[in-house]
Nanobody, 125 residues
Framework: QVHLVESGGGFVQTGGSLRLSCTISGQNIERLTMGWFRRPLGKEREWVGDISWGGTTTKYADSAEGRFTISRDRPSNTVFLQMNSLLPEDTAVYYC??????????????????WGQGTQVTVSS
């Protein structure tokens, strides 16, 4: 079983930055592909990006490319989502997710078996 806990959400003005963290715990957590997703109020969940289990490969949605950066610190089993130049349309509940599929380049089609509880990000205009 894998347990994920997000933190770091909050309120920020347009153009500001936030860094979300996702702490991973449980069994067999060494080779997990980690993804970030978000769900704006009243809308469907959307994929933001992901990072390979080794931390060397990342992939982003068009809406995140150039503004968001995903990284991971393997010793602490933590994955980060650095969000810069935030816009009101980035307002959403953000979730981290874990997948045991390790192939690269799957993007939003990857299947994720484990999910965190989510953290709210609100960007004011």
């Amino acid at each position: 079983q894998v347990h994920l806990v997000e933190s770091g959400g909050g309120f920020v003005q347009t153009g500001g930055s936030l860094r979300l963290s996702c702490t991973i715990s449980g069994q067999n957590i060494e080779r997990l592909t980690m993804g970030w997703f978000r769900r704006p109020l009243g809308k469907e969940r959307e994929w933001v990006g992901d990072i390979s289990w080794g931390g060397t490969t990342t992939k982003y949605a068009d809406s995140a490319e150039g503004r968001f950066t995903i990284s991971r610190d393997r010793p602490s089993n933590t994955v980060f989502l650095q969000m810069n130049s935030l816009l009101p349309e980035d307002t959403a509940v953000y979730y981290c997710a874990a997948s045991r599929e390790t192939s690269l380049g799957q993007g939003p089609s990857r299947k994720y078996a484990y999910w965190g509880q989510g953290t709210q990000v609100t960007v004011s205009s």
